[in-house]
């Protein structure tokens, strides 16, 4: 128990010493100083413009104890995220979008499928995870000194003019789409309305974020805003909303999906996708097909390897050991029971062989009376029903209790020619009796001649 326990420790701090996010403890050498002051004192400060920072000795590592986690589900009811921000990229790498279409003040057709296109730099874009399981659970990431993500578009009726005083309601948007993909690889990106907007004012907005959907952080405070806006008009009598609309098709199965998820729990396997029915990891992997159909359960262990399969049905119950191999090869029909009860390999081979007329195989695969009864006729005959019985009975292993019948046969056979030949032998002791009654035959007859002369 000790050496497990000092295994496990010396596991623990070499993870720990690895750094690869796995360890439930805080590494000193990443508590940053900077949190530990409120900067009211400190260089830049001024008490009547700046609100007091919150302190920590050790990272916020404990901020969300006892709030609602995120953990990595969008939570409409408001949650806690204590996931670390991330790596930050330099001013020279900062992103900054521009929308080239539809251009500020343009006017389209209701109804017409359009493409909303955009530039931007300093993105290495199509990096997009599950949205519905993974959501703000990792921290920004920079590949090459870019920042890894991806930009969403959103689309939203201003009302009845392009310029509304009021701030627009963020539930409410006529088009979003999430750019999962790379584009041209040279920044320029596209999305697709297919099906067009319903006459109306609109505002065109980007969202640039992170590969798990938090929006982008940048190095510096004073800079030029990463993400970029157009209005536009769509004229028209078309009044259909898009189905990538909140209200549309797509959007309510998008907030449908997330809403269960949020029900089910963090990391929560897909029912009818990837970890239960059709894919390698959950679903043919871990739910119904490596380790439950396919591997452990019905497949691998339970019903192709342990229980059906291999070791259970194919291998230790039905195919190899118990009813192939032991029961149906061994036991019963190939080398055990087979062998022994019914007529296979060893008893039918052994006894039926060697014993002969004696068990005549044993129980059902020689002959109980005849071998009794005939004593060395028996004992090729029996000989042959057990290797008969055996291949009767033992057809995943009866091919070993017939090779082993067989062979106790030919024994068999040869034991009989020899008892058969010691019968008719005569010994030297026999042969001089024999001498002797042959030697008192003459005598007598000697005596009969003597007297009749």
């Not at 006017?107 to 730099?121: C, M, R, W």
């Not at 590969?211 to 970029?228: E, F, K, L, W």
């Not at 036991?331 to 052994?350: I, L, V």
């Not at 006894?351 to 004696?358: K, Q, V």
Request: overall charge negative.
């Amino acid at each position: 128990m000790a050496v497990k326990w000092l295994i496990l420790l010396f596991s623990l701090a070499l993870v720990q010493a690895q750094g690869d996010n796995q360890t439930p403890t805080l590494d000193p050498e990443v508590i940053q100083s900077g949190s530990f002051v409120d900067g009211s004192t400190s260089l830049g400060s001024d008490e009547n413009a700046q609100a007091k920072s919150l302190t920590s000795q050790n990272n916020f590592i404990n901020f969300c104890k006892g709030k609602t986690l995120t953990d990595g589900l969008q939570r409409t009811d408001g949650s806690c995220n204590g996931i670390v921000m991330g790596e930050i990229p330099s001013v020279d790498r900062m992103i900054s979008v521009v929308i080239t279409n539809p251009q500020n003040g343009d006017s389209i057709e209701s109804g017409q499928d359009f493409n909303i296109t955009l530039q931007v730099s300093n993105l290495e874009a199509g990096a997009f995870t599950n949205a519905v399981a993974t959501y703000y659970a990792a921290p920004q990431q920079l590949r090459g000194g870019n920042v890894v993500g991806h930009i969403h578009v959103t689309v939203q009726d201003t009302g009845p003019n392009l310029n509304p005083t009021q701030p627009l309601d963020p539930t409410q948007f006529a088009f979003f789409k999430g750019i999962n993909d790379a584009g041209d690889g040279q920044g320029g990106l596209s999305a697709a309305v297919t099906g067009g907007l319903p006459a109306g004012n609109y505002r065109l907005c980007t969202l640039t974020s992170a590969a798990n959907h938090q929006p982008v952080i940048m190095p510096v405070a004073q800079r030029g805003s990463q993400d970029d806006c157009v209005r536009f008009t769509v004229t028209g009598d078309v009044t259909t909303i898009n189905p990538a609309a909140r209200d549309g098709e797509n959007g309510q199965a998008a907030a449908a999906l997330a809403a269960q998820a949020v029900q089910l729990g963090p990391g929560a396997p897909d029912p009818g996708g990837s970890n239960n029915n059709n894919n390698d990891a959950d679903n043919a992997g871990n739910g119904n097909g490596r380790n439950n159909n396919g591997g452990n359960k019905n497949g691998g262990n339970n019903n192709g390897g342990n229980d059906n399969g291999g070791n259970n049905n194919g291998g230790n119950k039905n195919g190899g050991n118990n009813n192939g191999g032991n029961n149906g090869g061994r036991n019963n029909g190939g080398g055990n029971n087979g062998g022994r009860n019914n007529g296979g390999g060893n008893n039918g081979g052994n006894n039926g062989g060697n014993n002969g007329g004696n068990n005549g195989g044993n129980n059902n695969g020689g002959n109980n009376n005849d071998g009794n009864g005939t004593g060395n006729d028996g004992n090729g005959d029996t000989g042959n029903d057990g290797a008969n019985g055996n291949n009767e009975n033992g057809d995943n292993n009866g091919d070993a209790g017939a090779s082993a019948s067989v062979a106790a046969s030919k024994t068999a056979s040869e034991t009989a020619s020899q008892a058969s030949s010691a019968a008719s032998a005569e010994t030297p002791r026999a042969r001089n009796g024999k001498a002797k009654q042959r030697a008192d035959r003459l005598a007598r007859l000697s005596r009969r001649r003597r007297f009749v002369a």
